[in-house]
């Protein structure tokens, strides 16, 4: 299965995606995000190209959460950081804007979710700095091209994600634990999918943990933390990878007086292409 099976899903992307947009470009799909048109996963969606995860934070808060990013790199792998009140980035997208270029949002105040809007314009302010992280789905681009089926994205869901119990390196008032993707292999293809995914550090890299779900505190591979649960058949491995929603679990923990996150699934499109980022 070659790209065709990321440009399916790109041209034709099922409920709360919209039809009129070119799902295959990131440019075209970051125009959907804008115009309210994509409210699904971005896995899939042009492919060939980096989605990043999103973490926004007061200025005051930046240089640690940099730290946790530096002493985190698995569930933390940073692209790019923003100039603080600045909502552009133009080393990922010339026209891309941090404020209404992601599906959905999640807004935080001490700890809590507040709200999920469509777009942030409303929260933006001077004094806030963007984060944007690796993401898995450029891997799993490689794993597809590999011939390696990716469940989630058959069936047109959001990765499954869990809380463990590995902690993170804490970093000022960052600290909690690791959020990890599930993806269901054979196990010759976790092997293959371990030496494909270990190209690319820079979104995530290796897995960190295969089988045995209780070894790292996850009691029911059917309930998901974030995202929806995929059937693991039973000549098949749960792979656990370090996932970039890792950030929202640690804000919430650390009860932060205000953060923006995307919302699980839902990531940011880029114009980097994913070759750039595979270290062989």
């Not at 790109?10 to 125009?31: E, K, N, Q």
Request: with cysteine.
């Amino acid at each position: 299965m070659q790209n065709s099976a990321l440009a399916a899903t790109a041209t034709s992307p099922g409920p709360g995606h919209g039809s009129s947009h070119d799902f295959a470009s990131p440019g075209g799909t970051r125009a959907a995000s804008r115009a309210g048109a994509l409210d699904g996963p971005t896995s899939g969606l042009a492919p060939g190209f980096v989605q990043g995860n999103l973490a926004v934070l007061p200025a005051e808060l930046a240089h640690d959460f940099l730290h946790f990013c530096q002493r985190n790199p698995k569930p933390c792998p940073l692209i790019a950081v923003s100039e603080a009140g600045n909502p552009r980035l133009h080393a990922l997208g010339a026209d891309l804007d941090i404020r209404t270029d992601i599906p959905r949002y999640r807004v935080w105040k001490d700890g809590e979710l507040i709200d999920e809007p469509q777009d942030i314009l409303k929260w933006w302010r001077g004094d806030l700095v963007a984060f944007v992280l690796g993401c898995s789905h450029s891997f799993e681009e490689a794993l597809i091209e590999d011939g390696l089926a990716v469940r989630h994205i058959e069936r047109r869901t959001t990765v499954p994600m869990y809380r463990t119990s590995i902690a993170c390196v804490p970093a000022g008032p960052f600290s909690g634990p690791m959020v990890v993707s599930m993806r269901p292999f054979r196990p010759s293809d976790a092997i293959r999918a371990i030496q494909i995914t270990t190209r690319f550090p820079a979104v995530h890299g290796a897995p960190v943990h295969i089988g045995l779900p209780s070894l790292i505190g996850i009691e029911d591979l059917g309930r998901p933390d974030f995202g929806e649960p995929v059937p693991v058949e039973d000549d098949e491995l749960p792979v656990f990878w370090a996932c970039g929603v890792t950030p929202q679990a640690v804000i919430r923990a650390a009860k932060l007086p205000f953060a923006i996150t995307h919302a699980p699934g839902r990531m940011i499109v880029t114009d980097l292409r994913n070759s750039r980022l595979a270290a062989l």
